[in-house]
């Protein structure tokens, strides 16, 4: 059985889509140049960064999907089965002075991922894989299952190498 993991609100999440809406109203309410701007800049955090939230949590839309067949992330774009992956490894990530621990996907053809993922994710993709060695990165802070249990269900569905 597939393992789907999908994106839960957290507190960073709630804050871009509350800033978003709370910029659309202002903006809409104050009219002319400045309340044009304000719309621009509410959609763009609403929209933008609310995307994985709203369409993961109202659409389920799954962040992520672990099954027989290899690795979906639909929110990114990327569909890797097993043997277009050459490993799926534990890491970290640098975010400002701390460290995240991730879980790092290695394609066999990271070139070829990173044109998969949407056009707005690919510059991070491209930033992963020459900082951490892959263009794939979980990160658990805002899934609704943790690294452990994403491993585990790697471990189980990928072929023996």
Do not use: C
């Not at 998969?116 to 993709?125: D, G, I, N, P, T």
């Amino acid at each position: 059985m597939a393992l789907t993991v999908r994106v839960r609100p957290n507190a960073a999440s709630l804050s871009f889509l509350l800033l978003g809406a709370a910029l659309i109203v202002i903006g809409a309410m104050s009219g002319g140049v400045l309340g044009l701007v304000l719309v621009v800049w509410g959609a763009f955090f609403a929209v933008l960064l609310g995307y994985p939230v709203a369409a993961s949590t109202l659409l389920r839309v799954p962040a992520v999907v672990v099954g027989p067949d290899g690795i979906r992330l639909p929110l990114m774009g990327v569909r890797l089965e097993w043997p277009e992956i050459a490993e799926v490894r534990p890491g970290v990530k640098m975010r400002g002075r701390t460290q995240t621990p991730v879980l790092l996907v290695v394609p066999a053809d990271p070139v070829a991922t990173v044109s998969q993922a949407r056009w707005w994710l690919r510059r991070e993709a491209r930033n992963d894989l020459a900082s951490l060695g892959a263009p794939v990165v979980i990160d658990d802070r805002s899934l609704d299952h943790t690294l452990t249990e994403i491993r585990s269900a790697v471990s189980a569905h990928a072929p023996a190498r």
